[in-house]
């Protein structure tokens, strides 16, 4: 007699069935312990802006035009304090960076308006935040005699990326990049996409003929000589971006106003505003540089950036990238001398350089920035590249026109 079995045979699965299921688990578990690890370990940029109080002293530093003398050193030693201490701290390893955005008009004093990048992993979001805040009021408290810093103000709150480059690019004067410039525009160095967010090209017809600087949505400064024979606002447009010939954005021009006692020979009063047809947007790539104070004074041998796309060297061709220069400041005496300039370079205008020759701008850079940064790496326009004897010769370096002499007539001519 034959006996059935009363529980059926068992099939077993196929060897590629095994395989794939196993790999599934497998990826499965892969992601999880993935996902894991990134969420405990693995770090995130995190931004936040930061407000506290200060009582007694009214400063009004909005940030979109050059600072007083008072508001950029109340500013640069709470950035300093702010670093020092967070530097100083448990959570060094996570501080990235911090600065001061703005100073306003507050209350019986003023706000201080910060913006601080940490990076650490998601998961220590919440006690980051606590820890931020409890470092922050503790640096109020130490310095509430010198800044009379009202500790219990301090707010801090979670902002995005897009809301920090919105915070900064309103700000004028702060580039994208850090910046180190090279030796020279004659044979010089490339410029970091984003370092000069202010420079400008004048195009005539297409072509780039002069430099400009961008002071607002809508204005420019350039140098009035570019335009003493082609004053027709029609023929121009402005680039403006890194590569001359390939723009992040570009305006045709409404209204070009000269100087009022503009003349040549001499150039003396070489300078001109450039009004654009429609208003452009900031961003990290395109937006403004200060404007300096009437008062600011630069000291002999101070360091200041040339940029523009002129030629590389006398009769030689244009680059088709920014090109910048770092030289020095030149005491007009200097530049005046029989064996510099003999006496050309008036009160209005500004030499720099170096009498060595080493470092100029050169043809076609005409009407760029000559910017100076401050105490806080902040930039301001306190020169336009305007005429010189040749490019970078010896005993003979260029000369601006000085920015600060005109404050008053550009303030005339577009309010700012």
């Known amino acids: 007699m ?28 892969g992601v999880t312990i993935g ?25 009004n530093d909005s940030c979109e035009n050059g600072a007083s003398e008072a508001s950029t050193d109340l500013s640069k030693n709470i950035e300093t304090k702010i670093s020092d201490a967070f530097q100083n701290s448990s959570i060094y390893k996570e501080y990235t960076n911090s ?11 003023s706000k201080v308006q910060l913006q601080l990048t940490f990076k650490f992993p998601p998961a220590r979001r919440h006690s980051m ?11 109020l408290k130490d310095n509430m005699a010198s800044w009379n810093a009202v500790p219990t103000s301090i707010r801090l709150i979670e902002i995005s990326k897009t809301n920090v480059e919105i915070l900064t690019n309103n700000c004028c004067g702060r580039p994208a990049n850090s910046i180190i410039a090279g030796n020279r525009i004659v044979n010089g160095k ?24 961008l002071i607002s949505r809508r204005w ?11 004053n027709n606002s029609g023929d121009w447009t402005v680039n403006f971006g890194t590569v001359v010939n390939k723009p992040y954005v570009t305006r045709k021009v409404q209204n070009i106003i000269f100087h009022e006692n503009y003349s040549r020979p001499g150039v003396s ?7 654009l047809a429609e208003e452009v947007s900031f961003t990290k790539y395109v937006h403004r540089i200060c404007l300096p104070e009437a008062n600011m004074k630069l000291s002999e041998n101070a360091s200041v950036v040339v940029t523009g796309w002129g030629t590389l060297y006398m009769n030689g061709p244009l680059p088709m990238i920014l090109q910048e220069a770092s030289v020095k400041i030149i005491d007009n005496k200097l530049c005046n001398a029989p064996h510099a300039l003999s006496g050309l370079v008036t009160d209005k205008m500004l030499c720099a350089g ?24 902040v930039w301001h326009l306190v020169g336009i590249v305007s005429w010189g004897d040749g490019c970078a010769k010896k005993n003979k370096p260029g000369v601006y026109t000085r920015v600060t002499a005109y404050r008053d007539w550009i303030t005339s001519k577009t309010g700012l």
């Open 129 to 139: 935040k606590t820890e931020i805040e409890a470092i922050l009021y503790q640096i």
């Open 35 to 59: 996902l894991l690890v990134h969420f405990l370990a693995v770090g995130k940029m995190y931004y936040y802006q930061g407000d506290f109080h200060i009582s007694g002293v009214i400063h």
């Open 99 to 109: 600065q001061v955005i703005k100073l306003l008009p507050d209350s019986n004093g």
């Open 2 to 29: 034959y006996r059935h079995d009363i529980f059926p045979q068992r099939r077993s699965w196929p060897v590629w069935m095994v395989i794939l299921t196993f790999l599934g688990v497998t990826a499965i578990l």
């Open 220 to 230: 420019l400064l350039s140098a009035a000589h570019c335009f003493a024979e082609k």
């Open 269 to 275: 009063n070489d300078i001109a505003l450039v009004q």
């Open 190 to 213: 490339n410029a970091m996409v984003g370092a000069w967010p202010w420079q400008a090209s004048m195009q005539w017809k297409g072509r780039h003929f002069c430099g400009a600087s």
């Open 354 to 377: 170096f009498m060595s020759g080493k470092a100029d701008a050169c043809q076609n850079d005409s009407g760029g920035p000559l910017a100076y940064p401050d105490s806080r790496n």
